[in-house]
C-alpha cells in the first residue's frame, strides 16, 4: 500500500486501517451530522412559519448539501479522531436538540 | 489530513471514486436508458407496439375492473416480512387506495390497487403498509390487457429503470443504500475534482487527442466532468432527494409526536378525509370529474389530458378522488385536484406552489421527466452517458497511470482494477446487449420467461469479469487489457444482432418504423445500431494497438498536481 500510494510531494500514504477509519468518520460521521441536522432544520423551519411538510423539504435538500460537505471535511482535519468527534457528536448534539424542542412544542 | 485542503480533495477524489466509480457506472447508464423506459418497453414487449393514447373512460374501462385486481404474491411477501403476525389470505383483503396514470409516451393504461391490511408493521416508523396488486388496461380499447402480455417482462419500466435506483438489491433495501451512497460520494467527486485542478476554465475547453494516451484520458475526463458538471450535480441532488424520505427520516423518527400532529393539521386544511368512515358509499361519475378537472385547465390555459386518477377509500363513503393532468408543456409536477367521491364536486385544489414546493416540483420533474420535449430528452440521455463517459475515464486515468509501476514492483492493484473497469464499463454493455437479444429470440410462452431475461443478463456480466479478469496478465506487465476490445467487439455483434432479432421476430426493420413513424422502436434499433457501429470501430482500432504494443509504449510522465 505504502508504495502504492509514494510519490514525490504527497506524505507517505496511509496504513489501510487507518485510511478506512478516516473514509468512516467522513461517511458515517457525516451521515450522523445529516441525520441530526435535517431534523432540527425542519423544527427551525417549522418554528419560522413553515408548514412541517415544507420544512421537511427544504430540510432534506439542505441536509443532501450539508452530508456533501461533511464528507469533504471529513478528509481535511489532521487526525481521524477530530472528524469522528466533530461530525457525530456534532450530529447527536443537533438530534438531541431536535428532539427535545420537539416534545417541548407540541 | 493531506499538507493542504487540495491534496486532501484530490485523496477523497481518487479513492472514493474509485471504490463507489463502478456502481455509479451502472447508476448513470441505466439512468440514461431510463429516459426511454417506455420506448423500450415497446421494443421489448412487440404486443405493445401502438400509438399513446389519451385515458379512456374511468367509468366504462377502469371501474369495472377494480374488483378483479388480485394481490400480488410478490407483494403478498414483501409486506408479509414487513408485518407482525400472518396476513390474512390474499382473497380476504380488501381495496384502499386505487391508482390509475398513463402519459403522452406510453399506450398503456397502468392501475394498481393498494390492499389495506389489519397487521402491525413491525417498525413503527412504517405507517403506511399495503398489499399492492397491479392491471394494465389498453386505452385504445378500453380492455384490459391479458395476464400474459401484462405479466411481460418490459425492459424499461421493469428492468432497466430500478436497475438505476435500487440495482434489483432488495434485501434490506440494501440496493437504495448503495445507489444513495454513490450519489452522495458523486456529488463529492464533483465538488473535489473541481478544488483539485486550478486551471478548471481552460480545461473545459481541452482535449488533445493525439496526445499522450495518458494525457488525453485526462483531457477527456476533466472535459466531461467540468463541460456536464452542472447537470451532473443536478441531476445527483434531484435523484437523492427523490428518496430522502428513506434516507434522511429524522424529522419524522426524531420529532414523531409533532410530525405526526402536523400530519393531521396539513390535511385537515385540506378538508379531506385521512381515514375512511367505515361505511360503504357510492361513487359518483369519475368520467364527469375527469370532464370538470379538464373545463378548469382549459379555462388556465394549459395543456389538459389527464395524467393520473387515484380513488382514496375506495368503496368507502368517504372516497375521494385526485385528479393530476400529464404535464406535458413544463418539467416541474403538476398540482392536483381533488374531488369528493359521493358528490363529484371539486372538494380541494392544491394552493399554487410556494417558493420551496416549486423548487421541489422542478427537481422531480426533471429527474421523472415526464415533459414532452423531445430535444431536452435527448440531452439528458446525452448528459447521463457523460456521465458515464467521465467515470469511464476516471478508471482509466487511475489505472494507466499506476500500471507500469505496480508491474515493476508486482503488486496487483492496477491489474484487478482494470478488470473490474473492463467489467463495469463494456461488460454492462455486453449484459445489456444480451439480454435485448435474449429478449427477442426466448419463445414468448417460455414458463419463467422473466426470469430467464434477467438470468441472461447477470450471468452474461459475470462472465465479462470472468473474462476479463484471465485476459488481465497484459496488466501484470504495464501493457495493455486485450479484454476492452474484444469486449467491444461483442458489444457491437449483440447490438447488431439485437436490432436483426428485433427484425426478424417483429417484421419491424428500421426502415419500415422511420417511414411509418413509429419513433419508439425506430429509436431503439438506431441506438443499438448507432452502439454497433461506435463499438465495433473501437474494436477495430483496439485490435491493432493491442498488436502494436508488443512494442512497448514508452512511459509517460505528465505535470498533474495531485493525484494521490
Request: glycine fraction near 10%; include cysteine; proline fraction near 6%.
Amino acid at each position: 500500500m505504502k508504495e502504492m500510494l509514494a510519490k514525490p510531494g504527497a506524505r507517505p500514504a496511509m496504513r489501510p486501517l487507518r485510511a478506512a477509519n478516516r473514509f468512516a468518520a467522513a461517511i458515517v460521521g457525516g451521515y450522523l451530522f445529516a441525520y441530526g441536522f435535517t431534523a432540527l432544520a425542519t423544527f427551525t423551519g417549522f418554528g419560522a412559519g413553515l408548514p412541517f411538510s415544507e420544512a421537511q423539504v427544504l430540510a432534506w435538500m439542505l441536509g443532501a448539501l450539508v452530508y456533501l460537505g461533511a464528507i469533504l471535511w471529513g478528509f481535511v482535519p489532521r487526525t481521524t479522531t477530530k472528524a469522528w468527534t466533530v461530525l457525530a457528536g456534532g450530529g447527536a448534539a443537533m438530534g438531541v436538540a431536535a428532539w427535545l424542542l420537539s416534545r417541548w412544542a407540541v | 489530513m493531506r499538507e493542504t485542503f487540495r491534496l486532501s480533495m484530490a485523496y477523497l477524489h481518487t479513492w472514493l471514486g474509485l471504490l463507489l466509480g463502478f456502481v455509479l457506472m451502472a447508476i448513470f447508464f441505466f439512468g440514461s436508458l431510463s429516459v426511454f423506459d417506455r420506448e423500450i418497453d415497446r421494443w421489448s414487449v412487440p404486443e405493445t407496439r401502438a400509438q399513446a393514447a389519451p385515458f379512456p373512460s374511468f367509468d366504462r374501462s377502469v371501474l369495472p375492473i377494480i374488483d378483479s385486481v388480485k394481490p400480488d404474491p410478490e407483494s403478498m411477501e414483501h409486506t408479509a416480512a414487513e408485518v407482525i403476525g400472518k396476513l390474512p389470505p390474499a382473497d380476504a383483503l380488501k381495496a384502499g387506495d386505487v391508482g390509475v396514470y398513463t402519459n403522452h409516451r406510453d399506450p398503456i393504461l397502468r392501475m394498481y390497487v393498494a390492499f389495506d391490511v389489519p397487521n402491525k408493521p413491525r417498525d413503527a416508523n412504517l405507517d403506511h403498509v399495503h398489499v399492492y396488486g397491479f392491471a394494465s388496461v389498453d386505452p385504445q380499447t378500453g380492455e384490459r390487457l391479458p395476464a400474459d402480455i401484462q405479466d411481460r417482462l418490459q425492459l424499461g419500466t421493469g428492468f432497466f429503470f430500478p436497475m438505476h435506483f435500487m440495482l434489483h438489491l432488495e434485501w434490506m433495501e440494501l440496493g437504495y443504500w448503495i445507489v444513495g451512497l454513490a450519489g452522495m460520494v458523486m456529488m463529492a467527486a464533483l465538488v473535489s475534482g473541481v478544488v483539485m485542478h486550478r486551471k478548471i476554465f481552460r480545461e473545459m475547453f481541452t482535449f488533445r487527442p493525439e496526445k499522450a494516451r495518458l494525457r488525453s484520458i485526462l483531457d477527456l475526463h476533466n472535459m466531461t466532468g467540468v463541460l456536464a458538471l452542472p447537470f451532473l450535480f443536478v441531476i445527483t441532488l434531484s435523484g437523492l432527494l427523490i428518496f430522502a424520505f428513506m434516507y434522511l427520516p429524522s424529522p419524522t423518527t426524531l420529532m414523531r409526536p409533532l410530525a405526526k400532529a402536523q400530519e393531521l393539521v396539513e390535511a385537515a386544511g385540506t378538508g379531506l378525509p385521512v381515514d375512511p368512515s367505515g361505511k360503504p358509499g357510492k361513487l359518483a361519475s369519475v368520467d364527469a370529474m375527469m370532464e370538470a378537472a379538464k373545463a378548469r385547465w382549459a379555462a388556465k390555459g394549459v395543456p389538459g389530458e389527464i395524467g393520473s386518477v387515484a380513488i382514496i377509500h375506495y368503496g368507502d363513503a368517504d372516497a375521494y378522488v385526485s385528479i393530476a393532468r400529464d404535464n406535458v408543456d413544463r418539467v416541474a409536477t403538476s398540482e392536483t385536484l381533488h374531488f369528493t367521491g359521493s358528490t363529484g364536486a371539486l372538494a380541494y385544489e392544491d394552493p399554487p406552489a410556494s417558493g420551496i414546493r416549486t423548487t421541489e416540483g422542478f427537481l422531480y420533474g426533471l429527474h421523472f421527466q415526464q415533459f414532452r420535449h423531445w430535444t431536452l430528452r435527448w440531452l439528458l440521455f446525452a448528459g447521463g452517458l457523460a456521465g458515464c463517459a467521465c467515470i469511464a475515464s476516471g478508471f482509466l486515468f487511475f489505472v494507466e497511470k499506476r500500471k507500469k509501476k505496480h508491474a515493476a514492483i508486482g503488486v496487483p492493484g492496477a491489474r484487478i482494477t482494470e478488470a473490474l473497469a473492463v467489467a463495469s464499463v463494456t461488460g454492462m454493455l455486453v449484459a445489456t446487449g444480451a439480454m435485448l437479444l435474449a429478449n427477442r429470440l426466448l419463445p414468448v410462452d417460455l414458463p419463467g420467461l422473466a426470469g430467464w431475461q434477467e438470468a441472461v443478463f447477470w450471468l452474461t456480466w459475470l462472465a465479462t469479469l470472468a473474462h476479463a479478469g484471465l485476459r488481465s496478465g497484459a496488466a501484470a506487465s504495464g501493457g495493455f487489457s486485450p479484454a476492452w476490445g474484444e469486449q467491444a467487439g461483442l458489444v457491437a455483434l449483440l447490438a447488431a444482432g439485437a436490432a436483426l432479432a428485433n427484425w426478424v421476430t417483429t417484421g419491424d426493420h428500421i426502415i419500415r418504423t422511420v417511414a411509418e413513424g413509429y419513433w419508439p422502436v425506430a429509436g431503439v434499433d438506431a441506438v443499438l445500431l448507432v452502439t454497433a457501429g461506435v463499438a465495433g470501430y473501437v474494436a477495430l482500432r483496439l485490435r491493432s494497438r493491442v498488436r502494436r504494443s508488443g512494442q512497448a509504449t514508452p512511459a509517460v510522465t505528465i505535470k498533474e498536481p495531485a493525484h494521490v
